[in-house]
Each structure stands twice: as structure tokens, then as C-alpha cells.
């Protein structure tokens, strides 16, 4: 759908169309399934803040003698967020636009460290979800123009095993050599 410059992504996005969105990318057609245990012994609990379910998982409440709930954001990057469903999605459109971090922060109205967070979170996401759905390439392949990185620094996940971790700092100079340059008078 194409907006005009006047109407904006956040004008006809509703909380309650979010919600079913997310829910319906999240569950699909199959029924809830337990994120921490991938059962399907799960139970409805009802409506969670206006437009959210709360479900509870009947075979972890067995196992660890408590109640085990959850809602539709758990386990998600809208998890614990104090920042509205509707905003969210607004700033996955505009990541997926390629919008700087400060236009992202200027049209949600929020702080340039929260715009940045929000941003970096869903390029993880996106990122994490296309290495786990990607197949590896089994044949040669020819690339052109292409950039390569020189590699992740520190300790990273997307780090090779066999590489250690770059090492900081500057070399430190022959003293020597600083003694010749000196000048004497």
C-alpha cells in the first residue's frame, strides 16, 4: 500500500490490527504451541492488556508445580518493551526502507539512543532469521562488486571458531628511535 506524504504508516495502524497481525505471523493457521517447551497443551487464558492473549502451558504447570504463562510478545523483540506495538511496526517499515536512525527517531517521536536500540533489534531479528533459513551455496558461485568485511571484532557469534578475537591498542614505539629525533640544542 503507498501512503501519501499527508498519511503516515502510524495513522492507520490500530493496536488491536497490530496485535492480530503479530499474532498471526507469530502462530499462523496451527495452534499455540508453549515457547518454552513446544507443547501443544495450551490454554487460553484470556485478553492481556486490551488486545494481547495470556496463554498458559498445562504440561510445564505439571512439571514444575507453578503456573507457566505467556503472551503473544514473549519471547519476542516487543517483549518488556514500554514502547507501543504501533510504533514498533512503523519503525520495521521504515528499517526495511533503509531510514537512518535519526529520521527513525524523529518520525516516532523518541529518543535517538531508544530509535537506535529499536533499529538494531530488528536488524538482529532479521538477521538471526535469515542465517537460521538460508541454505548453504554448493556449487561455485560468482560474485562481482562485492564487500567483504575484515571480520567481526571481539566476541561474536558470527565470529569463526578458529579465529581469536582482535587485539586493541597501539604499538608502541622503539624508544630509541625517539631518542634520535630529538633535537639538541
Same mark, same amino acid.
Given at each position: ?7 503516515s504508516? @502510524?495513522?492507520?495502524?490500530? #493496536? ?12 499462523g493457521?496451527? *495452534?499455540?504451541?508453549? +515457547?518454552?517447551?513446544?507443547?501443544g497443551?495450551v ?6 492488556k ?30 518488556n ?5 504501533? =510504533?514498533?511496526?512503523y ?6 526502507k ?6 527513525? @527517531? ?12 529499536? *533499529?538494531s533489534? +530488528?536488524?538482529?531479528? +532479521? ?6 533459513? *538460508?541454505?548453504?551455496l554448493?556449487?561455485?558461485v560468482?560474485?562481482?562488486? @562485492?564487500y567483504v568485511? *575484515? ?5 561474536n557469534e558470527?565470529r569463526?571458531?578458529d579465529?581469536?578475537?582482535r587485539?586493541?591498542?597501539?604499538? =608502541?614505539? @622503539?624508544v630509541?628511535?625517539?631518542?634520535? #629525533?630529538?633535537?639538541?640544542f
Amino acid at each position: 500500500m503507498e501512503l501519501s506524504k499527508k498519511e503516515s504508516f @502510524a495513522d492507520w495502524m490500530d #493496536r488491536t490490527k497490530c496485535a492480530e497481525i503479530l499474532r498471526r505471523e507469530r502462530w499462523g493457521t496451527q *495452534a499455540v504451541t508453549c +515457547i518454552y517447551c513446544k507443547s501443544g497443551n495450551v490454554k487460553i487464558l484470556g485478553k492481556y492488556k486490551e488486545c494481547f492473549y495470556r496463554y498458559k502451558c498445562l504440561d510445564c504447570s505439571e512439571k514444575n508445580d507453578k503456573d507457566t504463562t505467556f503472551n503473544d510478545k514473549t519471547g519476542t523483540i516487543f517483549q518488556n518493551s514500554k514502547i507501543r506495538l504501533e =510504533k514498533w511496526f512503523y519503525a520495521i517499515n521504515l528499517v526495511q526502507k533503509k531510514v537512518s536512525d535519526n529520521e527513525i @527517531a524523529r518520525d516516532l517521536q523518541v529518543d535517538g539512543n531508544t530509535a537506535r536500540r529499536m *533499529a538494531s533489534l +530488528i536488524r538482529g531479528s +532479521i538477521y538471526i532469521s535469515v542465517r537460521t533459513t *538460508a541454505k548453504c551455496l554448493g556449487k561455485e558461485v560468482e560474485i562481482d562488486e @562485492a564487500y567483504v568485511t *575484515a571480520g567481526c571484532k571481539g566476541k561474536n557469534e558470527t565470529r569463526p571458531e578458529d579465529r581469536h578475537p582482535r587485539k586493541r591498542g597501539l604499538k =608502541k614505539k @622503539a624508544v630509541e628511535h625517539m631518542k634520535q #629525533r630529538k633535537c639538541q640544542f
